[in-house]
């Protein structure tokens, strides 16, 4: 009997009852949070509206549970036995933990997360926020407290890491491994089209340039931690949905099944809806490219009637659509936190009503 339809199956079980958990667990907080600003009247008397209410926040974690496995991609992912799905579980478990404030589970899953692909390490930026703002550690580069939570967490994170390197080495009677899995996403060798933005870019790519555009592109998942992280040091949970989003569009081999993951908590910002501008027309053009990426894909292949440039040109336009859908998302959380701050109705010096734009 074959048991991996089972393993992948229980995978996407175990990332479900995960984020079920930790939904819950968030939503407990931003509750009480909620609850304490409203006793000490933080909150304009104008934007009382966009308090969320128990009863609002009760069904979301069996929304973002359902989310992940009826997603035509999760199942997808499922099918195809790929190892996404093992992935997506391990990270899951990891925000569980962090949602827990139990620091050497997370730090451990972190590592774990990172020992198969190495994007998973820029989560560690909202897990030490959100961790420290657990202890009521303050962000404050001057403060001993603050290097040394960050100091323990790193060698947690990190010795779990090399452990299990360790392990792969008394396995394996080599260190093939490591040139195999990191040295194979950093350089990336295999050129196969996927629904990432590498493939075609450098297989066009002179051969002298590789390099020089090969580290550009890499740095860019990397880069984007950093400005999110003081943006929304407030906000951790939303950082970690962020910073997924930015891990399955820019990663160099990237699959559907990273896709399902960040999109399972969309019903966890559903307040934000009223403020989101242009959902209807990205929810159009993610669902076409969806449609016809396997219909190019047979065209080219199969058919020989397309060539390459029909595929990315729909792998293009659809993480450009991945991008439009985050950044939307982060306007629109932005907004709402600007509005919870300063009233709903914001007014100029002279009297007339004033438009909040982003910069």
């Not at 048991?3 to 079980?13: G, K, P, S, W």
Request: aromatic share 18%.
């Amino acid at each position: 009997m074959d048991y991996a339809e089972i393993t992948f199956v229980l995978a996407d079980v175990i990332t479900a009852v995960a984020l079920y958990k930790a939904v819950q667990e968030y939503n407990k907080q931003q509750f009480r949070k909620q609850k304490y600003a409203l006793e000490m009247d933080h909150y304009p008397l104008d934007c009382l509206e966009l308090i969320r209410s128990p009863k609002e926040m009760y069904y979301i974690p069996l929304k973002v549970a359902l989310f992940y496995l009826l997603n035509p991609f999760a199942i997808l992912s499922c099918i195809a036995k790929s190892t996404c799905c093992l992935n997506n579980a391990i990270i899951a478990l990891f925000i569980l933990s962090t949602m827990k404030a139990n620091v050497l589970l997370s730090a451990i899953f972190l590592s774990l997360a990172t020992y198969q692909s190495i994007y998973p390490l820029i989560l560690c930026a909202p897990a030490l926020l959100h961790l420290m703002q657990n202890q009521y550690i303050p962000l404050n580069f001057w403060r001993a407290r603050f290097w040394w939570f960050i100091a323990q967490y790193a060698f947690m994170c990190l010795g779990s890491l090399f452990v299990i390197i360790g392990l792969s080495f008394f396995l394996l009677g080599s260190w093939d491994y490591l040139s195999s899995v990191y040295g194979f996403i950093l350089s990336v060798p295999d050129l196969t089209p996927n629904i990432g933005l590498f493939w075609y870019f450098f297989a066009e790519m002179f051969e002298h340039f590789r390099l020089f555009f090969l580290c550009v592109f890499q740095i860019n998942t990397f880069f984007y931690t950093i400005p999110l992280s003081i943006k929304l040091r407030d906000h951790p949970v939303f950082l970690i949905f962020m910073q997924l989003a930015v891990i399955s569009i820019f990663k160099s081999y990237p699959t559907v099944g990273d896709i399902a993951l960040y999109l399972s908590f969309l019903p966890v910002w559903s307040h934000l809806q009223r403020f989101l501008r242009n959902i209807f027309l990205v929810s159009c053009i993610l669902l076409v490219c969806s449609a016809l990426f396997p219909v190019l894909w047979h065209l080219w292949i199969y058919a020989g009637s397309a060539n390459s440039n029909f595929y990315y040109a729909i792998t293009l336009l659809f993480n450009v659509a991945q991008i439009l859908l985050v950044s939307d998302y982060f306007y629109a959380f932005l907004r709402r936190e600007h509005h919870l701050s300063y009233g709903l109705y914001l007014k100029r010096e002279d009297g007339t009503e004033a438009t909040l734009v982003l910069k």
